[in-house]
Every structure is written in structure tokens, then in C-alpha cells.
């Protein structure tokens, strides 16, 4: 049987909370991975932390709807965490771009 992935999740919605529940439901409906999203600073760790949880791959970024909102400081903050997410097997990718 053929198993899904999911490219491009938004698993978290507005925040994390009910995101277990959210993964649990597409394991059980046969989704074998998905790429777990964050579209701003507000999001960047819970987004990693899940990635980690799970085991699942995952993409920061700024998405245009956040963009007014994201701050020099906050890509200053992503420009110095990229050593340790480029050194991290589970992130794939600077995503939610627009």
C-alpha cells in the first residue's frame, strides 16, 4: 500500500496546543510523514521541538502574513540560529516564504 507525506503541514494552526492529537489522527489515517511548517518567530521553537518530538522533518521562515510583524532583531535571531538548523538532520529548509 501506498503511504502519504504531507510537504507542507500546518499541523499547529494558530499554536501547538491540540498538535498531538492533530499528528495522532494523520498517523491513524495512513499520512507516514509529514514536514512540519512555522511562519514566524512566535512559532520557530515549537515548531523545532515538535520536529523533535515526533521525529518528523520541519522548515522555518516568515510567511508574508507575519511579515509585518517580524522584526530586524527576530532575523537577526534566525540568521544566528542557522549553524545548529543547518547541523540538524530533521530541518530541510528555510519554508513558509510566500
Given at each position: 500500500?501506498?503511504?502519504?507525506?504531507?510537504?507542507?503541514?500546518?499541523?499547529?494552526v494558530?499554536?501547538?496546543?491540540?498538535?498531538?492529537?492533530?499528528?495522532?489522527?494523520?498517523?491513524?489515517?495512513?499520512?507516514?510523514?509529514?514536514?512540519?511548517?512555522?511562519?514566524?518567530?512566535?512559532?520557530?521553537?515549537?515548531?523545532?521541538?515538535?520536529?523533535?518530538?515526533?521525529?518528523?522533518?520541519?522548515?522555518?521562515?516568515?510567511?508574508?502574513?507575519?511579515?509585518?510583524?517580524?522584526?530586524?532583531?527576530n532575523?537577526?535571531?534566525?540568521?544566528g540560529?542557522?549553524?545548529?538548523?543547518?547541523?540538524?538532520?530533521?530541518?530541510?529548509?528555510?519554508?513558509?516564504?510566500?
Amino acid at each position: 500500500m501506498l503511504g502519504l507525506i504531507d510537504t507542507h503541514s500546518h499541523a499547529w494552526v494558530d499554536d501547538w496546543s491540540g498538535s498531538d492529537e492533530a499528528l495522532l489522527e494523520a498517523k491513524r489515517a495512513g499520512v507516514l510523514s509529514m514536514v512540519l511548517t512555522a511562519g514566524g518567530p512566535d512559532n520557530w521553537d515549537a515548531c523545532r521541538g515538535y520536529a523533535h518530538r515526533w521525529g518528523l522533518p520541519y522548515m522555518l521562515g516568515v510567511h508574508p502574513l507575519w511579515a509585518e510583524k517580524t522584526t530586524e532583531a527576530n532575523l537577526d535571531a534566525f540568521e544566528g540560529m542557522l549553524p545548529g538548523l543547518l547541523a540538524d538532520p530533521l530541518f530541510i529548509g528555510i519554508g513558509e516564504v510566500g
